[in-house]
Every structure is written in C-alpha cells, then in structure tokens.
C-alpha cells in the first residue's frame, strides 16, 4: 500500500551541499525504521543512514558520519537526507526505504522507493 518516491537528486560539484527528499504516500503503516540506502557503481547496494520510529535513534554509515543529516516530518510523511561535503565517492544511485513493525534499521527494508541519482563530479 505505501509506496516510497525519492527527489532532489542531481549533479552536485564536489564539495557541495545536497537535501534528497523522500515522500510516503498509501495507506498509513507505523514502520520501525525508514532510511536511506545507496548503490555506488560496479558495487552493492549499502545503508547510509537510518531513523528508527521506535526510539527515535539514528544510524550514518561511517564513511558519512559529521557530514550527511537525516531527519522526518511524519505530518508530511517525508524524510530527508541533508549531504554536506560530497566527493566523488558519493557518486551513487540513492534510495529511499523503510521496515515495518518487525523490521530495524539493521534489517532488510520491505519498500523501496525507484532512487534518485546523485552524480558527484566537476
């Protein structure tokens, strides 16, 4: 029923600054975690950042801890990932999914929005 759109993508200079946005639309569904994922060329796909609805935690990948923000306004079912000092190694498809009651930002996320390109190059 809820399916996942993604925005903002785009070609970003190095060392710029981008907000993707993720809007929810369907049936109303208490999920336990809704975040971002990414797949980088000729690699998998990886968990960038994460915000678990049951505690209200957050979760960023290593490689984009300091510099990626992710947030939600559950009144506008959106969330957002604010990216801060983007390098070529950004340079990747990013999508926008969440788990339901039974899932975690650690687990396999059961909607998946269709990604947003995010070409990072000058």
């Known amino acids: 029923q809820v399916q996942l759109v993604e925005s903002g993508g785009g070609l970003v200079q190095p060392g710029g600054s981008l907000r993707l946005s993720c809007a929810a639309s369907g049936s109303t569904v208490d999920y336990r975690a809704i975040g971002w994922f990414r797949q980088a060329p000729g690699k998998e796909r990886e968990r960038v950042s994460c915000?678990?609805?049951?505690?209200?935690?957050?979760y960023y990948a290593d490689s984009v801890k300091g510099r990626f923000t992710i947030s939600r306004d559950n009144a506008k079912k959106m969330v957002y990932l604010q990216m801060f000092s983007l390098n070529p190694e950004a340079t990747a498809v990013y999508y926008c999914a969440a788990a339901g009651l039974l899932g975690s930002c650690h687990g396999d996320p059961e909607v998946w929005g269709q990604g947003t390109l995010v070409p990072v190059s000058s």
């Open positions: 915000i678990s609805s049951s505690d209200g935690s957050t």
